[in-house]
Structures are given as C-alpha cells and as structure tokens.
C-alpha cells in the first residue's frame, strides 16, 4: 500500500519559515520523482517544486529563493523548508510522486500577515 505523509504545516506570521515533510512509504522512493504542490482557497491548483532521483531541482517562479526542496532516501523522505512566508503563500500543500501518480493528503499552512 503506497502512502505519502505531509507533516510541518501550521500557522506563522509573515517572513516566518516552516518545513514541510512528506514521509512515504510502498514505494520505491529513491528513483521516483517527487514535488509538492499547494492549492489556496478559490485558487487553482500550483505546483511549487520537484525533485528527480537525481535530486535536479524546479520550482516555480514564486518560490524561488524562498523555498527549497530536498530528499532523504535513507528516510523516504522529501522535505520542504519554506522561508520568508508571505500571505499568498497559505495554502494546503500536498506531496506527489511521478509515475504513477500517487498524492498525500495535504498539510495546511497559514501565513498571517
């Protein structure tokens, strides 16, 4: 049974920082490509950064700078140290797995201005 864990999310003030985790597990994690994606209220769904086997990174052009993606395969474990938080960067935040697809139940974060 595939599962992806999202951790870290909660509440911070603007110009905090959280990292977000993605544990996952039934999986052969480290020659999969990972990401998160984040989906706010009304708004569509963003993808905001992945990652290959080869840990080559893409973000998108919101959070470069500010967000960086890493991996742990000893962990299984993809994470997501977000800093610099701004408003518009509340949302739930959900971990992907490439191919096939397999999604985390999302962890929600609030930024508080």
């Known amino acids: 049974q595939v599962q992806l864990v999202e951790s870290g999310g909660g509440l911070v003030q603007a110009g905090g920082s959280l990292r977000l985790s993605c544990a996952a597990s039934?999986?052969?994690?480290?020659?999969?490509?990972m990401g998160w994606y984040r989906q706010a209220p009304g708004k569509q769904r963003e993808l905001v950064a992945t990652?290959?086997?080869?840990?080559?990174?893409n973000y998108a052009d919101s959070v470069k700078g500010r967000f960086t993606i890493s991996r742990d395969n000893a962990k299984n474990t993809v994470y997501l140290p977000m800093s610099s938080l701004k408003p518009d960067d509340a949302a739930v935040y959900s971990c992907r797995r490439w191919t096939p697809a397999y999604w985390g139940q999302g962890t929600q974060v609030t930024v508080s201005s």
């Open positions: 990652i290959t086997s080869g840990s080559t990174t």
């Open positions: 039934g999986i052969i994690f480290s020659s999969s490509i």
